[in-house]
């Protein structure tokens, strides 16, 4: 089966190898049943590795069986014998179907019904029955091939003596009904006499007819109809007409109505349909008798009389007059069966019926034989002393499987629970070392970040500083080149006419030449060879141009003529 294939995968147990035995089984203590862990209780037996799951299955079922299975002692060995035989079956079938158990469970259930309602005293039908059974049992231990059918005859067997008994009981039950009712119905009638006849003035042929006649008549009634029937009404209508027609004392009104009802009195019983209690020649002799005391009386003359007795009622129909709303409560339905052990008696029983209007319970055993008879308050006391039990209403063997069933799905769901924990827990380790490793990975993913931004921040740093650096080298490259600018301004500024200069005048070769003549106002310089040729007239930027580019030398002037002379022009242009 899914569920045991589950239960093995989730015990890592492997398959069976030898069968649990019988014996093992049966010395196992109730602590091994009551254990909270029974996988581990039961992995501890020397036998559990070889007999794997289904030694445990089988070990549960036997002392289940054992709860639900009670018999007489003398079926002890019986009994053993067909647990042993479902029990040695389960324990070996490795795949746990248990299929010829399940196919047999109804047949095993009423088997084991009749084996719980025999006793030892049921004569020769018991001792047939237990012949039977032996026979039975050693046909279970053939093999479980050979199960369904000893079972269906042993139960065949067992049934037909039951509905023979079941017969019986119900003749009896008829009997018990009937006698019931007759007294019942005696105690009634009793009752109609000594409220309408007793203590009253008749003659004795009257005493007869109503006696023999009347009385019966209502009792007849009773018995087989009602008092509703239409006959009722008129007998106990004649009842009262004849007690009144053959009263000695009558007032002169009664005597003249007495003409009148006596002739009708007697035309009503002359009528043989009325009577359904006896044959027409015995009611037609005592009609006849007591037609000769009404035609007497009719006639003027007198009849001697007596006083009738009052009629004393039988304790039988005392115990029912005392019981007309109902016997007592009880708890028994129709064969609910019980075991009564009086300590000298054993006897086994099945509720037959509650006597109609009595407290009285009657059960029969197994042949249909009443063997206990007692009242609901004597029943009661012997249940709260322990003489009598109630045999549990229980498929023996259906509720043993169904314990057995209900105890590995527990182990089950015990196993899948575990294994589910086991399975979180894991989980929940590998969720903190993932969590561990992701912290690290983060932890390190921050640091490469630091570092990244540290980097970044040096480099930032560093080219700030280049940049400072950078600026600082361009201010003082600027700074330097103005200055020089300015210098070379002032050299410039500072030329003398007769100044000798290297220019680059021949396509980039230098010339030496010298200023002759600088006009200020115009910017423009003369330069002439030694001769006195012009060479070049160039402008104070184109001058200043090839210092820059270092392409202009100008040699520093000689004190002589030509510093004299610039001075005396330079003097003059100061004077103009």
């Known amino acids: 089966m899914a569920q045991y294939q589950d239960v093995r995968e989730l015990l890592g147990v492997g398959p069976l190898t030898a069968p649990a035995k019988l014996g093992d089984i049966s010395e196992l203590e109730t602590t091994f049943y009551q254990a909270d862990d029974p996988w581990a209780a039961y992995r501890e037996l020397p036998f559990a590795r ?14 289940a069986l054992q709860d639900n299975v009670q018999c007489d002692h003398a079926l002890d060995a019986s009994r053993s014998a067909m647990i042993g035989a479902i029990v040695a079956y389960v324990a070996s079938d490795e795949p746990l179907t248990v299929a010829h158990v399940k196919q047999n469970r109804q047949l095993f259930d009423q088997c084991f019904f009749h084996l719980r309602t025999w006793y030892s005293g049921l004569g020769p039908t018991g001792r047939k029955f237990t012949e039977r059974l032996t026979a039975l049992s050693e046909s279970l231990t053939k093999g479980p091939e050979q199960w369904a059918a000893a079972l269906t005859s042993f139960n065949q067997a067992c049934d037909k003596e039951l509905d023979r008994a079941a017969m019986l009981a119900e003749r009896m039950q008829t009997s018990e009904l009937g006698h019931i009712k007759i007294a019942h119905a005696q105690q009634r009638v009793t009752g109609i006499y000594n409220d309408v006849v007793a203590l009253h003035q008749l003659p004795e042929a009257t005493l007869d007819f109503i006696d023999h006649i009347v009385l019966p008549s209502l009792q007849y009634l009773l018995i087989n109809e009602s008092d509703q029937a239409p006959d009722w009404s008129f007998w106990m209508r004649i009842l009262r007409l004849i007690v009144w027609s053959v009263n000695p ?28 209690a006896f044959s027409g020649n015995v009611y037609r002799d005592y009609v006849d008798e007591f037609s000769t005391q009404i035609i007497t009386l009719l006639k003027g003359q007198t009849i001697e009389t007596v006083t009738a007795p009052k009629r004393q009622v039988s304790a039988e129909v005392e115990s029912l007059s005392q019981l007309q709303n109902g016997g007592a409560e009880h708890h028994f339905s129709a064969g609910d069966w019980l075991e009564f052990d009086s300590g000298e008696t054993l006897i086994r029983c099945q509720f037959l019926m509650q006597a109609p209007g009595t407290d009285t319970l009657l059960f029969v055993n197994r042949s249909g034989h009443k063997v206990l008879q007692k009242t609901v308050e004597q029943m009661s006391a012997c249940f709260d002393a322990g003489i009598a039990q109630e045999i549990p209403k229980i498929p023996s063997l259906s509720a043993a499987l169904a314990a057995v069933n209900a105890r590995m799905e527990n182990l089950h769901e015990r196993l899948t629970t575990q294994a589910l924990a086991e399975q979180q827990e894991r989980e929940k380790l590998e969720r903190q070392k993932q969590a561990l490793i992701q912290a690290k990975k983060r932890q390190l993913l921050v640091k490469k970040e630091a570092e990244v931004k540290a980097r970044a921040e040096a480099e930032r740093l560093a080219l700030e500083r280049a940049a400072r650096e950078q600026a600082i080298k361009a201010r003082q490259l600027s700074e330097a080149r103005e200055a020089r600018e300015q210098q070379l301004r002032d050299t410039l500024d500072n030329l003398t006419l007769g100044t000798w200069a290297d220019l680059p005048l021949d396509d980039g070769k230098a010339v030496r030449c010298k200023l002759a003549v600088s006009m200020r106002s115009t910017n423009k310089y003369i330069f002439v060879d030694r001769v ?15 210092l820059l580019r270092d392409e202009a030398v100008f040699y520093k002037p000689e004190q002589g003529f030509e510093n004299r002379l610039e001075t005396i022009v330079r003097g003059l242009r100061r004077t103009e």
Not at 50 to 58: E, I, T
Not at 257 to 276: C, D, I, R, T, Y
Not at 532 to 546: F, P
Request: negative net charge.
């Open 50 to 63: 070889q007999a794997g799951l289904p030694g445990l299955y089988a070990a549960w079922l036997w002392h």
């Open 249 to 276: 004392e009558k007032s002169p009104e009664d005597r003249q109505a007495f003409f009148n009802k006596g002739p009708v009195l007697l035309s009503q019983l002359e009528n043989q349909s009325v009577s359904k």
């Open 532 to 546: 006195g040729r012009k060479v070049a007239e160039l402008l104070y930027d184109d001058l200043l141009g090839y």
